[in-house]
């Protein structure tokens, strides 16, 4: 699986926000969750429904959003 393939966006579900695979686990607490601090291992065994590539793919996306040109002016 790809990694992006785990990112899933449903209007119906988390107000329509990034999310893990379709369960109700937003790719921003993933985030916040490794801001914080928090391992790998303690995220899985917190949310034992994720896998590490979950947590890859969280990565993933974030760095994707923030991936864009810069323009400057002459």
Do not use: F, W
């Amino acid at each position: 699986m790809n990694e992006l393939e785990r990112i899933t966006v449903d209007p119906q579900q988390c107000g329509g926000r990034p999310c893990i695979r379709g369960l109700r686990v937003r790719v921003s607490d993933v985030l916040d969750l490794l801001a914080s601090g928090a391992s790998r291992e303690e995220i899985l065994e917190d949310y034992p429904y994720l896998e590490d590539g979950d947590i890859s793919a969280a990565l993933a996306y974030a760095a994707k959003q923030l991936d864009h040109s810069v323009v400057r002016v002459a």
